[in-house]
């Protein structure tokens, strides 16, 4: 049996949100519309209220366009397919991390298959999500001292200990180790969140997980920045800076 996604259409066209969902009605069986939305602004709290496996986004609407509202709520953790009239806005897609790109009026045969291969690439992510999580408790249980990454070769195994800070890149991580590699990992910054030891490990950003051995100088502000090494700075959120305060001092009073 097909697994059942739920979708979400945003488009400032009533039309057109009423055309689109009768195709998805009429030809693609396995798409459940939980919701359609008109307002941009609307459409992000319906997005983060309602989690969708998948989302139809028209790109230019009042307010807010499709790419300022995927920034919004980056790092996306659904499928996104475009729908628009305007094909210079192909490449842009592709950059926010698009699945596909649908113009209108949308072809039959072009929905089916950008609709399949989101059926795909879902049903792939959920699988290795599985694997990734039961490989990532067994090496922690094993090894408390490694973690595992999961870059496009499989996974690799580095000691936490090397990791100096990760950075959150869309559907992507990337890890900057000790020895100046940089390691891109095709999963979201919040999964590594849940596996990175809380002691020594911190969420200082949306953007940002730190190593707190690595860190020189905390540097006063609205939220502030950290000085890792004596040369790279990244910034501290507002909503995150009394925790991140609270953990270092208790870093530095356990160093």
């Given at each position: ?188 910054l919040g999964e590594y969140e849940k596996l990175l030891p809380e002691a020594h490990f ?54």
């Open positions: 049996m097909q697994q059942k996604l739920r979708a979400i259409l945003i488009d400032d066209e009533v039309n057109n949100l009423s055309l689109l969902e009768k195709m998805l009605l009429q030809l693609c069986s396995n798409v459940e519309v939980v919701a359609t939305e008109t307002n941009a602004l609307q459409g992000i709290e319906l997005l983060r209220n309602l989690k969708p496996d998948l989302l139809f986004l028209d790109i230019q609407m009042p307010y807010l366009n499709g790419f300022e509202l995927l920034q919004e709520l980056e790092p996306v953790d659904f499928e996104v397919i475009v729908v628009t009239a305007y094909d210079e806005f192909a490449l842009a897609a592709f950059d926010h991390h698009v699945l596909g790109f649908l113009t209108k009026p949308v072809v039959r045969e072009k929905l089916i298959q950008t609709v399949q291969r989101a059926s795909d690439r879902i049903h792939q992510k959920s699988i290795a999500q599985n694997i990734f999580t039961l490989l990532g408790k067994q090496l922690q249980h094993n090894d408390e001292s490694k973690i595992a990454l999961s870059t496009t070769n499989g996974l690799l195994f580095v000691e936490e200990s090397d990791i100096i800070y990760c950075e959150s890149s869309g559907n992507y991580t990337h890890f900057h180790m000790k020895n100046g590699k940089r390691i891109i990992v095709s999963r979201q911190v969420r200082i950003h949306d953007k940002y997980i730190i190593h707190l051995h690595y860190v020189n100088e905390y540097i006063k502000g609205r939220g502030g920045e950290v000085k890792i090494n004596s040369v790279i700075s990244l910034p501290v959120s507002a909503n995150r800076r009394d925790n991140f305060l609270s953990r270092f001092e208790r870093w530095v009073k356990k160093g």
